[in-house]
């Protein structure tokens, strides 16, 4: 298995206060992904890495940010957390992007399971 | 833009009997398909990966997956169901243009019967 963690696994929180959850890696890949999973939904992107300082929007970002300070971490952070923001949250990896033919195969954290009350 | 469809939210299936899971894709060029695999409360599994090198693609735990373009269907199959099939499969594409993010379907929830 890919060498991703993710912290903390589960937490409960309040409605208004931030909150940072962590991936971690030690596979030296580029790329690192935040999804966020919900009922009939599958997985959508919240936000995605590209390299160190390097971070693009994904199609639900709206009350996230993220930071990617070295190759091994990548924060979400939900600076005033909502009750919407009750999810799972999966962390990705990979090691190719967008190059002609090549593969996108992403491996994926054990995920966190974030309420928000 | 890409995107899949997963045309079943659930399957039901008896031990020993074939599964299909069903999903068609749109992509404006030549796409990678992914078929992943969540048991619950688990993470995501690769089950296997569409290469353009075959369209007969064959994954892990008896799994495979055929490519059809004319039908723009990427269905994953197996011969024979096992109890420890059960779980939800998702149907992935990723998108060339946007970092390699992937698009997932909605998800098949596959029942496996006794």
């Known amino acids: 298995d890919a060498g991703i963690t993710q912290s903390p696994r589960h937490k409960v929180t309040e409605t208004g206060t931030p909150v940072t959850l962590r991936c971690h890696q030690t596979?030296?890949?580029?790329?690192m992904y935040w999804y966020r999973q919900d009922p009939g939904h599958g997985l959508r992107l919240i936000h995605y890495s590209y390299g160190v300082k390097d971070t693009d929007k994904g199609e639900v970002s709206d009350g996230y940010s993220v930071s990617r300070s070295k190759t091994e971490d990548f924060l979400l952070t939900l600076e005033s957390a909502t009750s919407s923001q009750t999810s799972v949250y999966f962390c990705?990896?990979?090691?190719?992007?967008?190059?002609?033919?090549?593969?996108?195969?992403?491996?994926f954290g054990p995920g966190t399971r974030l309420t928000v009350l | 833009a890409q995107s899949v469809t997963q045309l079943d939210s659930h399957v039901s299936v008896s031990e020993g009997t074939p599964v299909l899971l069903r999903c068609n894709y749109s992509s404006s060029y030549s796409p990678s398909l992914f078929w992943y695999v969540q048991h619950p409360n688990k993470g995501l599994q690769l089950l296997l990966k569409?290469?353009?090198?075959?369209?007969l693609v064959k994954g892990i735990n008896g799994f495979e997956a055929e490519f059809k373009k004319s039908e723009t269907s990427f269905h994953l199959t197996k011969p024979s169901a096992h109890m420890s099939d059960a779980a939800e499969y998702f149907c992935?594409?990723?998108?060339?243009?946007?970092?390699?993010?992937?698009?997932f379907g909605q998800g098949t929830e596959l029942s496996v019967k006794p």
């Open positions: 990705a990896i990979s090691d190719l992007g967008p190059v002609a033919g090549g593969l996108y195969e992403q491996f």
């Open positions: 596979e030296n890949h580029r790329y």
């Open positions: 569409y290469t353009s090198a075959a369209t």
């Open positions: 992935v594409v990723s998108d060339y243009n946007q970092g390699g993010k992937l698009i």
